[in-house]
């Protein structure tokens, strides 16, 4: 989990201009998650105190799913599986985000499990 948590501080760095303070990944089963702190850039910061929750909020969900493919590439190459979702989420106090990853099913050829339309029902 390392090498994930080591991914995702060098994509955090690559487009948010800095890299989160700390970072620890986990994987259960078909979910991945990474938990960073210290995630803001002084201009985001600059925005929490001045109340602007929200407008941080969506610039960061909006940078984040713009960028989906990338961040879900290294999980991909870490699992050896396809990731089906990527989910991302912030929190300010504490200064927080999670990036979440659900898998393919180990052995799921096309990632879908059970049934055609991904539902598995």
Do not use: C, W
Not at 66 to 88: C, D, M
Not at 89 to 102: I, M
Not at 107 to 113: F, I, N, R, S, T
Request: aromatic share 8%; glycine share 10%.
């Amino acid at each position: 989990m390392s090498a994930l948590s080591s991914a995702m501080v060098a994509l955090h760095r690559e487009h948010f201009g800095r890299g989160p303070g700390a970072t620890e990944s986990y994987i259960s089963g078909d979910l991945v998650v990474s938990i960073l702190s210290d995630i803001y850039t002084p201009v985001e910061k600059t925005l929490v105190r001045a109340g602007k929750h929200e407008q941080v909020r969506n610039l960061r969900s909006l940078h984040q799913y713009a960028l989906e493919e990338e961040f879900k590439k290294p999980v991909e190459e870490l699992t050896g599986r396809r990731v089906l979702a990527f989910l991302s989420f912030v929190h300010f106090e504490p200064d927080t985000a999670a990036e979440v990853f659900l898998l393919a099913p180990q052995g799921a050829e096309d990632g879908l499990g059970a049934s055609e339309n991904g539902s598995g029902v």
